[in-house]
């Protein structure tokens, strides 16, 4: 009976925990894979996948873009009040201008620098975090290679998961999806054949030829 040793992959795609968001997104893409081991020091530490970061990313605050105006704030923008000489040339025409600027404090940057500077790790939060903060810990779903692909089957079934690392012990040696298992049904390694018209078989020390009387 077919095992899952037989239709394992052995060349798993692995992340480190200290990953970045971002990298993980960008490796599940490439490789196009919906989720992975997480190995560290040569043992299988977690598994995080798609759904994993997907959810950590919704869940993380962005940069603010905005805040509560306090009334003393806006006092000191008005208009009336802005010494217009003491502004840059393109903001002379439109003292409002700063006011809008000043908005971005908070973030620590005006709207230029921004701008200027939108891929660096301050402002983009999959930078400021890793693989470690999203993946499931072990211990994990895991079989060995000589468990059979329908006992496997099952067990994802129960558990509701896509995808089993294949282990033996502590070592990683291979993984299996719900891919995997429907492609070998579909290729028939399932299936038992028997033939019907098999000739008998002999006993063991049962004569080929007698002799007629």
Known sequence: MLRLRDIMTTEVVTLDPNVTIREAMDTFTSRRISGAPVVEGGGVVGVVSATDLLQLAAALP???TERDLATDLLDDVRGD????????????NDPSALFFTD????AGATVVERMAVPLTAEWNFLEEHTVSEAMTRAPVHSLTPETFVTTAADYMRRERIHRVLVMTGRTLVGLVTTSDITAAV???KLTAHTYVF????????ANRWRRRR
């Open 103 to 106: 908005l971005w404090d908070d």
């Open 62 to 64: 962005g940069v603010p």
């Open 198 to 205: 098999d000739p008998p078989r002999r006993p063991p020390g």
């Open 186 to 188: 579909a290729d028939g």
């Open 81 to 92: 009040d802005i010494d217009v000489e003491q502004l840059p040339n393109e903001s002379r």
